[in-house]
C-alpha cells in the first residue's frame, strides 16, 4: 500500500483532457514542492515528465500540466493523445529517514 | 548520447548477495547525484538509495533495514548496490537514474533500463 495514494485506472477519449490526483499528508506532498510526475510504457523505464509540481523539464510537451493543492498533487494531461496511453506515477519528498515517495501508479487509457 | 546502464542482475537464493552495478556515458558523471530505484514484478516505483557526486554522502530507505550499500567510483563513471540478506520481496528491476539539476530529491531525469533480480529457492 502507497503512502500516496492514486487511482488505479483512469480512461478519457483522444483530444480530451484528464487529471490524475495523488493524495498524500502534511509531511510530504503538505510540506513541500518536491513533488514529480513520471510517464511509463509498458517494458520501458520511467520517463520525467514535473518537477516541482508544475515545472517541465525540456523537450516534454506542454500537454502536460501539474498542480497541488494542500495535501494533493494533480497531473493534467490536456488533448490527449494514444501515445500518452501509458502508467503514470507521482513521487514527492518525504524528509530525512523515509526521503522518496511513490504513488502506486495509474493506468491511462485512451480512448 | 546519454547512457546509464545497469548490471549483474540475476538469480540468488534467499539469505544471499548480490552487487549491481551502473555505467555511465555521455555526460560528467562525477558532478551529478545518482540514485537506484526498484519496481517489482507488475507493481509500482520504490526509492531505494541516494549517492551524492563525490559519495560523501550516502542516503539509504529505512525499509531495507541496512542490507542494501551504495557506492561509486567515478574514475570508472560507474555506482555500485551492494545487496545482502535477500529476501523474496527484494524480486525487482533495479534502476539507477541521475538526480536532475532542479527538482531536488523528486527529479530523476535519466534512466538506465534496469537490472532484474530474482530472489527464489
Known amino acids: 500500500q502507497s503512502v500516496l495514494t492514486q487511482p488505479a485506472s483512469l480512461s478519457g477519449y483522444y483530444g480530451q483532457t484528464i487529471t490524475i490526483s495523488c493524495t498524500g499528508s502534511?509531511?510530504?506532498?503538505?510540506?513541500?514542492?518536491?513533488v514529480s510526475w513520471y510517464q511509463q510504457h509498458p517494458g520501458k523505464a520511467p520517463k520525467f515528465i514535473i518537477y516541482?509540481?508544475?515545472k517541465r523539464p525540456s523537450g516534454v510537451s506542454d500537454r502536460f500540466s501539474g498542480s497541488k493543492s494542500d495535501e494533493t498533487a494533480s497531473l493534467t494531461i490536456s488533448g490527449l493523445q494514444v501515445e500518452d496511453e501509458a502508467d503514470y506515477y507521482c513521487c514527492a519528498y518525504a524528509g530525512s529517514g523515509t526521503f522518496v515517495i511513490f504513488g502506486g501508479g495509474t493506468k491511462l487509457t485512451v480512448l | 548520447q546519454v547512457q546509464l546502464v545497469e548490471s549483474g542482475g540475476g538469480v540468488v537464493q534467499p539469505g544471499g548477495s548480490l552487487s549491481l552495478s551502473c555505467a555511465a556515458s555521455g555526460f560528467t558523471f562525477n558532478n551529478v547525484g545518482i540514485h537506484w530505484l526498484r519496481q517489482a514484478p507488475g507493481k509500482g516505483l520504490e526509492w531505494v538509495a541516494f549517492?551524492?557526486?563525490?559519495?560523501?554522502?550516502?542516503y539509504h530507505a529505512d525499509s531495507l533495514k541496512g542490507r542494501f550499500a551504495v557506492s561509486r567510483d567515478n574514475s570508472r563513471d560507474a555506482l555500485s548496490l551492494q545487496m545482502s540478506s535477500l529476501t523474496i520481496e527484494d524480486t525487482a528491476l533495479y534502476y539507477c537514474?541521475?538526480?536532475?539539476?532542479?527538482?531536488?530529491?523528486?527529479?530523476?531525469?535519466?534512466w538506465g533500463q534496469g537490472t532484474l533480480v530474482t530472489v527464489s529457492s
Open positions: 516541482d509540481v508544475d
Open positions: 549517492l551524492n557526486w563525490d559519495g560523501s554522502n550516502k
Open positions: 502534511r509531511g510530504n506532498i503538505g510540506a513541500s514542492n518536491y
Open positions: 537514474a541521475t538526480q536532475a539539476t532542479r527538482g531536488g530529491w523528486t527529479a530523476f531525469d535519466r
